[in-house]
């Protein structure tokens, strides 16, 4: 019988094996909390890297259980120019960005750290402009891809068989651009000529798509249906990649919509044998253009992790990595890793908060920096304890230093019942904790006072231009009807909209009126880029033709935290009557974005008789 030390040494040895093991195998990986296993690289991030810095780059990676990258536009077109980040044969594209060749670099230390990377071939910026239906131009740009694919096979692949694992489709499809069923048929046979393409030259490897999502241009149900009718028509195979971008980042995508849009898509992929289905979590803010903090991110991962089969990020390596921005970043997330959950250590508070008027009703806020700054990764804002502003510490590629600031410019909307607003400032961890609030700072603002004469109901106006043809004003009636909508969005037909141009808005009052106050009732929207226009004023004139400006509108600050449908009265009130019959708005609109009103109103103290 085997005695009591041969039996302890035994046990030993079979733990030891069980763990070496289990620390080795799937059942390890497979965490009852989502991680995400690979990241894009825009290779414009990485111009100056040398080996040093991507082997840096990929341990990060690696450290974090990561094993997947996405090379993004490995040439990239505009125009009759093609440009490519290796020294290309293909005659007449140039390379750029000096002798380093980014993506050998990559592969190399993949290679070494049994890493897998996707290249995308080429990238036609146009792709914005062009509409869906332009099926042709769209072939053409994929007869592009197809030379470069195989040009870049033929450099890399032997060279690094391991590394160079697969393809990524760089076109990105939404829901806002391909709606109907003939364009996702379009897009199938474009895909099509890139797959059979690389299967008759043998260079047929996994391909990776990932489109990305807006829910205020349709519904998920639609979506999955279009991509369940474009699989069914297109030659994907075993190991092929449907990874969709959770949109979450570019504010095309609420929180609270994420496993809804993926439960769904995930059925429309259920119809292709073999076919994976991954997610692309977005660690940015659109609204700072900045890093996002922790918790928010992991939130999207436990979100959508039921739904896929494995989660990848857009993009550690620009918003987390220390090679690209501060190192508390890729601690906070490494912890996560290791431990399941984030690191919360206590933050010390912002000091000296002090508010002084720039001119009437507009705040300069300034503060100092808490005594201890371990742990920071920015400021947080508050307004009446609503968060205006999220100040966060700058990438060092895609970033700008002096937006890492402890002032900022506040223009508060001013209303009939607030007389005041209270400010103060929390630290921000990168987790996403915060410290107590600083010291409170009260400042006086003017109360809004609503002139009770309204002379502007139903008259008639003219509009220059004619709003967008989905929110048209067909009868010239719904600026002066007096009916508001019930609802803060823009699929509420009270609004009219004008997208990306100038707008005037000439209100006849039918005779010359007395005139005191002037309302125009904004929509801001984010995710259907409904935006405040960038300046508006106001003009009047008793003959139609000359036209005298009176003053330029309040443009309020939209807070931070404001992501959904919000309405913005704005008041221009003069502090004596003029006379006027015609009344000109003129409202410039930010570039590629919709201005949406529901009412312009025109008001005095008078009563009409």
């Known amino acids: 019988m085997m005695n009591k030390r041969n039996f302890s040494i035994t046990l030993i040895i079979l733990i030891l094996v069980f763990v070496f093991i289990y620390f080795k195998s799937?059942?390890?990986?497979?965490?009852?909390?989502?991680?995400?296993?690979?990241?894009?690289?825009?290779?414009?991030?990485?111009?100056?890297?040398?080996?040093?810095?991507?082997?840096?780059e990929l341990n990060y990676l690696k450290n974090n259980k990561m094993k997947y990258i996405i090379l993004t536009n490995a040439s990239q077109t505009k125009g009759s120019t093609t440009d490519t980040y290796y020294k290309s044969s293909i005659s007449g594209y140039k390379k750029i960005y000096g002798n380093i060749d980014p993506i050998e670099l990559c592969l190399k230390n993949a290679e070494n750290l049994n890493m897998k990377v996707f290249i995308g071939p080429n990238f036609n910026a146009e792709w914005w402009q062009i509409p869906a239906d332009n099926y042709s131009w769209l072939n053409s740009q994929i007869e592009r891809s197809n030379v470069i694919a195989d040009e870049l096979y033929k450099k890399y692949?032997?060279?690094?068989?391991?590394?160079?694992?697969?393809?990524?489709?760089?076109?990105?499809?939404?829901?806002?651009?391909?709606?109907?069923?003939?364009?996702?048929?379009?897009?199938?046979?474009?895909?099509?000529?890139?797959?059979?393409?690389?299967?008759?030259?043998?260079?047929?490897?996994?391909?990776?798509?990932?489109?990305?999502?807006?829910?205020?241009?349709?519904?998920?149900?639609?979506?999955?249906?279009?991509?369940?009718?474009?699989?069914?028509?297109?030659?994907?195979?075993?190991g092929d990649i449907f990874c969709p971008q959770d949109s979450v980042g570019s504010g095309r995508l609420n929180l609270n919509e994420v496993n809804s849009w993926y439960t769904a898509l995930r059925k429309s992929i259920s119809k292709k044998p073999g076919m994976l289905f991954w997610a692309n979590a977005e660690n940015f803010d659109y609204i700072n253009?900045?890093?996002?903090?922790?918790?928010?991110?992991?939130?999207?991962?436990?979100?959508?992790?039921?739904?896929?089969?494995?989660?990848?990020?857009?993009?550690?390596?620009?918003?987390?990595s220390p090679n690209n921005i501060d190192k508390g970043f890729n601690q906070a997330y490494s912890y996560y890793v290791k431990s399941g959950?984030?690191?919360?250590?206590?933050?010390?508070?912002?000091?000296?908060?002090?508010?002084?008027?720039?001119?009437?009703?507009?705040?300069?806020?300034?503060?100092?920096?808490?005594?201890?700054?371990?742990?920071?990764?920015?400021?947080?804002?508050?307004?009446?304890?609503?968060?205006?502003?999220?100040?966060?510490?700058?990438?060092?590629?895609?970033?700008?230093?002096?937006?890492?600031?402890?002032?900022?410019?506040?223009?508060?909307?001013?209303?009939?019942?607030?007389?005041?607003?209270?400010?103060t400032i929390k630290s921000l961890g990168f987790s996403g904790n915060a410290s107590k609030p600083s010291n409170a700072v009260t400042v006086s603002?003017?109360?809004i006072k609503k002139l009770p004469n309204l002379i502007s109901k139903n008259c008639k106006y003219t509009l220059i231009p004619s709003?967008?043809?989905?929110?048209?004003?067909?009868?010239?009636?719904?600026?002066?009807?007096?009916?508001?909508s019930h609802v803060n969005s823009v699929k509420n037909s009270a609004f009219v909209g004008w997208y990306n141009e100038p707008i005037d808005i000439n209100i006849d009052l039918g005779k010359i009126e007395p005139v005191q106050q002037f309302k125009v009732d904004?929509?801001?929207?984010?995710?259907?880029?409904?935006?405040?226009?960038?300046?508006?004023?106001?003009?009047?004139?008793?003959?139609?033709?000359?036209?005298?400006?009176?003053?330029?509108?309040?443009?309020?600050?939209?807070?931070?935290?404001?992501?959904?449908?919000?309405?913005?009265?704005?008041?221009?009130?003069?502090?004596?009557?003029?006379?006027?019959?015609?009344?000109?708005?003129?409202?410039?609109?930010?570039?590629?974005?919709?201005?949406?009103?529901?009412?312009?109103?025109?008001?005095?103290?008078?009563?009409?008789?």
Not at 33 to 49: C, E, R
Not at 467 to 483: A, C, F, I, R, V
């Open 522 to 609: 904004y929509l801001r929207e984010p995710i259907p880029w409904a935006e405040l226009p960038e300046k508006a004023s106001i003009g009047i004139s008793e003959d139609g033709v000359n036209f005298t400006p009176i003053g330029l509108l309040r443009i309020p600050s939209i807070p931070f935290s404001d992501r959904n449908g919000s309405k913005y009265p704005i008041y221009f009130t003069l502090d004596k009557p003029l006379n006027a019959r015609y009344i000109k708005l003129t409202s410039v609109t930010k570039p590629n974005c919709y201005t949406f009103i529901d009412e312009f109103e025109v008001r005095n103290l008078y009563y009409n008789h």
């Open 26 to 56: 799937p059942l390890r990986a497979n965490k009852n909390y989502p991680i995400v296993t690979g990241t894009f690289i825009q290779l414009d991030m990485t111009q100056n890297w040398n080996n040093d810095k991507w082997k840096n």
């Open 289 to 320: 253009n900045s890093s996002v903090p922790l918790d928010r991110f992991l939130k999207q991962l436990t979100l959508e992790s039921p739904c896929v089969d494995n989660i990848i990020c857009f993009s550690y390596s620009h918003y987390y």
């Open 445 to 447: 603002v003017d109360v």
């Open 341 to 423: 959950k984030l690191p919360k250590e206590k933050l010390d508070t912002p000091q000296n908060l002090s508010v002084a008027a720039v001119e009437k009703n507009k705040f300069k806020i300034t503060w100092s920096s808490p005594k201890n700054t371990k742990n920071l990764c920015g400021y947080e804002v508050y307004r009446n304890n609503t968060l205006i502003s999220r100040i966060v510490l700058q990438r060092k590629y895609g970033g700008n230093p002096k937006e890492f600031s402890k002032t900022i410019t506040d223009v508060p909307p001013l209303n009939e019942n607030t007389r005041s607003y209270t400010y």
């Open 157 to 238: 692949h032997s060279k690094y068989p391991r590394a160079f694992y697969g393809w990524y489709f760089p076109y990105e499809i939404d829901n806002a651009k391909y709606t109907k069923t003939s364009q996702f048929k379009n897009l199938a046979n474009a895909i099509n000529i890139h797959l059979n393409y690389l299967n008759s030259k043998k260079e047929r490897l996994p391909i990776l798509l990932s489109p990305f999502i807006n829910s205020s241009a349709g519904t998920a149900k639609q979506y999955s249906s279009n991509w369940q009718y474009l699989f069914s028509k297109t030659n994907f195979k075993k």
């Open 467 to 484: 709003p967008h043809e989905k929110y048209s004003d067909m009868n010239l009636t719904k600026l002066t009807d007096g009916k508001y």
